[in-house]
């Protein structure tokens, strides 16, 4: 049950990688970056696969050289999700990656070179059906525009992106996203905020060199929370100097937490006190564990004692109240007879939650089979 009202989405225009839908309503997008060497075609093989597993919708990959674009060739052959190809100032690169089929150009027209090489890239992004990425950072901006303003700011931010937007309008290219990245979250929302209002083509969030896990977590959750419940943002990665799944993992949950798009269990949990009955901590660490595999989205709440162990049950699809020796145990919000032994809690509960996924998954079939 939901207890926040739905966020109402910006209106855009939709592209697709690959075969994933971005903008015009489509589920927001969470998307990574490999860190292996791109050459390394076995270690960034494996690296996507491991993103895949934990729900990446699009991966990015670098391809600073024509010998990465080569490798480029390989790594697409072998995996499933669609792959952005990341490429700085060369355009042949970016002919060579459309060729090999990637599913998206990451790469700034302005920053390519005479109009002949961009509107080589752009015709040959048409031709074969693949959308652009314009990515704009407040680390990286024109000098001319730095000199302007002389530090980056939302309207210098916006004045760039804005450069690479028109060469592409001019060109008749519409199939294209845009970010407009900073580390400051202030700098970043702000020039979201006035793209939003210029253009109408999806736009890709993120904290651009947030953080390591902890401080990068917080960065972009505050920074992507307030565009996302204002409705501004189509796709997303949140950047950080730690494991890529990691950034999947606090992407979806980012989503979760403002009710945009759900993936596996939401774990309501409480931070413990004196009150507690068992071991919550332990109990929720151990089950996120175990419970990875799970991508059916399910509240449940773990709740030590019973202050306010039944009001969250009454919200949550499973939830437990602690209790001594003995907790409470609810589904839907209904307290059952049965209760869960405080030393096997962790058995139970897995074996409850997974009983209740089998439960969704066969009427999600079976309603499926009917329509």
Do not use: W
């Not at 997008?29 to 076995?42: A, C, F, H, I, L």
């Not at 792959?83 to 355009?91: E, G, R």
């Not at 960065?219 to 409705?231: D, P, R, T, Y």
């Not at 931070?271 to 071991?279: G, N």
Request: contains cysteine; hydrophobic residues 40%; proline residues 5%.
């Amino acid at each position: 049950m939901s207890r926040t009202p739905p966020v109402v989405r910006r209106k855009s225009t939709r592209i697709y990688i690959g075969n994933v839908p971005v903008g015009d309503g489509a589920p927001i997008t969470v998307q990574s970056m490999t860190n292996t060497p791109t050459g390394d075609v076995e270690a960034t093989v494996r690296q996507i696969n491991e993103l895949e597993r934990v729900g990446v919708d699009i991966v990015r990959v670098s391809v600073p050289t024509m010998e990465a674009a080569d490798a480029f060739r390989l790594i697409k052959q072998r995996v499933g999700v669609p792959v952005v190809a990341d490429i700085h100032f060369d355009y042949r690169i970016a002919l060579k990656v459309a060729e090999y089929g990637a599913d998206c150009l990451r790469i700034n027209p302005g920053n390519i070179g005479n109009p002949a090489r961009i509107r080589a890239v752009v015709d040959c992004a048409r031709d074969k059906n693949i959308p652009i990425r314009i990515g704009v950072n407040g680390g990286s901006l024109e000098k001319d525009i730095q000199a302007r303003y002389g530090e980056p700011t939302p309207q210098a931010l916006l004045e760039s992106a804005m450069r690479h937007v028109d060469i592409l309008d001019a060109l008749n290219f519409d199939q294209f996203k845009v970010s407009v990245k900073a580390s400051d979250v202030f700098l970043a929302v702000g020039a979201y905020r006035l793209l939003a209002a210029r253009i109408d083509q999806p736009l890709h969030l993120g904290i651009t060199e947030a953080g390591g896990m902890r401080s990068g977590a917080v960065k972009s959750a505050v920074g992507l929370g307030m565009l996302l419940a204002e409705g501004i943002g189509d796709t997303l990665r949140v950047s950080l100097a730690a494991d890529p799944v990691e950034e999947v993992r606090v992407g979806f949950d980012i989503l979760n937490a403002l009710r945009i798009r759900s993936r596996g269990i939401n774990f309501i949990a409480c931070p413990t006190c004196s009150r507690q009955e068992f071991d919550v901590i332990g109990t929720v660490n151990a089950l996120e564990q175990r419970l990875e595999d799970i991508t059916t989205p399910l509240d449940v709440s773990i709740i030590g004692c019973i202050v306010n162990g039944p009001g969250e049950a009454l919200v949550s699809t499973l939830g437990v109240t602690g209790g001594n020796k003995k907790s409470g145990f609810y589904e839907n919000g209904i307290r059952q007879k049965e209760r869960l032994d405080n030393h096997q809690i962790v058995d139970q509960l897995e074996a409850r939650i997974r009983s209740r996924v089998r439960m969704i998954e066969a009427e999600r079939i079976q309603i499926k089979a009917l329509n």
